[in-house]
């Protein structure tokens, strides 16, 4: 039986993966700083948490993260633990340069010293590109432009550096905008679902408050990510990856399209700063802008390629942002 070590497994993505590699007949690891208090809900979800062995895991702790490899000698370790808060990156890019970008380095020096044979996936993400425009491929000049993006660019190099030079195999996924139903919830298409939903169920009256919604992402659907990882390494070469759908939509379509679907059609009224949406039968204002939720840099707009990825590992997604809202809406409407 080939064991999996996964850090980050109460995550989105690490509960997603864990599910499919369960199902592939993995004895699954799961790195956590504490594992006698885990948060588990993802993982009761999919129900595999009695599947799961949890081990001290703590990325700002190289003795923890040595122990680790050299006792389990994972066949693949994925790793998916990391501060993903952009935003707050600018109110403290040290911490997240060592919990993003030096804890990688730990894990890749580890493997070398202690499980070589390991196989290696770090989660990178499209913010190392935040300052490129037009079609972004795996060999576009990395221009990021946030203390977040800066350190996944630093990790997504010593992948590479590592694999090159040491012959560890290790895989960058570069990863665009995934959601799914499994989203924590101060994130913006989770805090959509869960107010659209309460909005449906008459629980709540309020005003939603956002920032720049003008901006456009790549969505795609966490769980046919996580299939895309898998197949990344189950190839016989280590190679770099974009993760995307190669379609973009603005957070103002995303957030039409979710009121659309509880019989609200929103209008739009203003522009910038002074931009609202309003239910057009009533004109009731639900939307509203607040400069606080504004990033100091936004990312520029660019739409990522997966032809690689669909060359390489035929993998290629099926889910647009409009089934990936339903899933979400419905998800939220079922727990009220």
Same mark, same amino acid.
């Given at each position: @039986?080939?064991?999996?070590?996964? =850090? ?11 599910? &499919?590699?369960?199902?592939? /007949?993995?004895?699954? %690891?799961?790195?956590? *700083? ?5 948060? $588990?809900?993802?993982?009761?979800? +999919?129900? #595999? ?9 703590? +990325? ?22 990391? #501060? ?12 997240? @340069?060592?919990?993003?970008? +030096? =804890? ?19 989660? /990178? ?7 490129? $425009? ?11 432009? !946030?203390?977040?993006?800066? =350190?996944?660019? %630093? ?7 590592? *694999? ?43 005003? &939603? ?7 456009? *992402?790549?969505?795609? %659907?966490?769980?046919?990510? @996580? ?7 189950? *190839? ?17 379509? %995303? ?29 009731? #204002? ?12 936004? +990312?520029?707009?660019? $739409? ?11 993998? !290629? ?7 990936? =809202?339903?899933? @979400? ?8």
């Amino acid at each position: @039986m080939k064991k999996a070590f996964i =850090s980050g497994i109460t995550g989105q993505d690490g509960a997603w993966l864990a599910s &499919l590699l369960i199902h592939n /007949g993995y004895k699954i %690891y799961g790195g956590v *700083r504490n594992p006698s208090k885990v948060e $588990t809900w993802r993982l009761d979800y +999919l129900n #595999i948490l009695k599947k799961i062995e949890f081990v001290y895991f703590d +990325l700002n702790n190289l003795t923890s993260i040595e122990e680790s490899i050299k006792n389990i000698q994972p066949d693949e370790f994925y790793n998916f633990a990391a #501060i993903s808060a952009v935003s707050e990156s600018f109110d403290n890019p040290i911490l997240i @340069m060592q919990n993003v970008g +030096l =804890s990688v380095t730990k894990i890749l020096h580890s493997i070398l010293l202690h499980s070589k044979e390991t196989k290696f996936f770090q989660a /990178g993400s499209a913010e190392i590109f935040a300052n490129q $425009t037009g079609n972004i491929y795996e060999d576009s000049c990395p221009k990021p432009n !946030s203390p977040y993006g800066v =350190s996944k660019n %630093y990790a997504h190099e010593m992948v590479k550096m590592y *694999r090159e030079v040491y012959g560890i195999f290790a895989v960058n996924g570069i990863f665009f905008s995934h959601e799914s139903e499994l989203r924590g919830e101060n994130f913006f298409t989770k805090k959509i679902a869960i107010h659209v939903s309460k909005i449906k169920k008459n629980k709540l009256k309020s005003i &939603l408050e956002v920032g720049n919604i003008e901006s456009k *992402r790549d969505f795609g %659907y966490a769980k046919e990510y @996580m299939t895309a990882v898998i197949l990344s390494m189950s *190839r016989n070469e280590a190679d770099d990856y974009i993760i995307c759908t190669g379609k973009k939509n603005s957070l103002k379509d %995303y957030i039409k399209y979710s009121y659309s679907l509880i019989d609200i059609e929103l209008i739009w009224e203003g522009v910038s700063e002074n931009l609202i949406g309003l239910n057009n039968k009533n004109n009731e #204002i639900l939307i509203q802008i607040n400069k606080k939720f504004y990033r100091p840099s936004e +990312l520029n707009d660019f $739409t990522g390629s997966n032809e690689k990825a669909e060359k390489k590992i035929n993998w !290629s997604p099926k889910l647009d942002f409009k089934k990936i =809202s339903e899933i @979400m809406l419905n998800f939220e409407l079922n727990k009220l």
